[in-house]
């Protein structure tokens, strides 16, 4: 199978290249940096490319190519990178060119909660991409992970340092209920998308149970070897943090604040019957990592 992939380079993308790699297919990686991503996986076709450049020659490097997935994502805007060029116009400029080039499946890497009329932006750029693949003549699936472990992202980092704090600061007293998915089932899933005779219009990708974020940092302390409390940060103290330092620490902005009241559960049996088995629960997840 030949797949175009674009966010290869990516926490999710560089997973599921790994899996495709593995699996013998055939990958088109459309990448800034030609050069690193070429050094790094020298049996795939690497191609030059991004969303808020020039607009890639799609025609060209779709020649042939069965399966598009587009797994670019960003969590904040930078210099040059905003949600809107990165997950909104650059997707479609690609959806529609796989259309009209006649690609038999498109896969693209959304979020959970992710529709056009969140006011969060990232969730509503995310949204507005998804609504738009929908409208095209040819199959295609929104996958929507949840809050995503592996022990070299971001968010997972950004979590154990909290976790391992002698006293841990707990947002609203950490009662959110987050549904935490281990990268591996992600990418997994996302490589049974690729050769699935069908696909269903959207797949969420969640672990098998909903538990709390004060829960979550006390298995990661309990398994990375901390010791320490909780302290409960009220309301009126986050907003003062999040408006001071939000804009320079992306997890303690007020969207992301906002998104993780709001919550990121969901029923996991289309995630356990695409993969034949239950997905890895949270209490597993550092051990799977060692």
């Known amino acids: 199978m030949r797949v175009l992939m674009t966010g290869a ?28 991503a070429q050094a790094r996986w020298p049996r795939a076709h690497v191609v030059k490319g991004g969303f808020g450049d020039d607009v890639p020659p799609w025609p060209d490097y779709l020649h042939g190519v069965d399966v598009v997935i587009n797994a670019v994502g960003i969590f904040a805007e930078q210099a040059g990178q905003s949600f809107d060029a990165v997950h909104v116009k650059g997707p479609i400029a690609l959806f529609r060119a796989a259309a009209q080039s006649h690609v038999r499946r498109v896969i693209q890497v959304s979020a959970l909660g992710a529709n056009a009329y969140r006011d969060e932006a990232y969730l509503s750029s995310k949204g507005r991409a998804d609504a738009e693949l929908a409208t095209l003549r040819l199959e295609s699936t929104v996958v929507r992970p949840s809050l995503v472990f592996s022990a070299d992202g971001p968010s997972t980092r950004w979590f154990a340092a909290l976790a391992m704090l002698p006293l841990t600061p707990l947002p609203g ?4 209920s987050i549904q935490p998915v281990h990268i591996d089932d992600v990418a997994e899933a996302i490589a049974r998308l690729v050769v699935a005779p069908t696909v269903p219009a959207e797949l969420i990708l969640v672990g098998p149970h909903a538990i709390t974020l004060r829960r979550y940092l006390a ?9 320490g409390g909780f302290v409960a940060i009220p309301a009126r103290m986050l907003e003062a943090l999040s408006a001071v330092f939000g804009r320079f620490i992306p997890w303690l902005s007020r969207e992301t604040m906002r998104m993780l009241d709001a919550g990121s559960t969901a029923p996991s049996a ?10 890895r629960d949270a209490d597993t997840f550092i051990d799977a990592a060692n």
């Not at 007293?173 to 959110?176: I, V």
């Not at 289309?270 to 997905?279: A, C, F, I, V």
Request: avoid cysteine; aromatic fraction near 0%.
């Open 270 to 279: 289309p995630l356990t019957h695409l993969l034949g088995r239950e997905p």
């Open 9 to 36: 380079t990516g926490l999710i993308g560089s997973a599921v290249v790994r899996r495709l790699s593995d699996a013998g297919h055939e990958l088109v990686l459309v990448v800034r940096d030609v050069e690193a």
């Open 219 to 227: 298995m990661m302390r309990r398994d990375l070897g901390g010791r």
């Open 173 to 176: 007293g950490g009662a959110q």
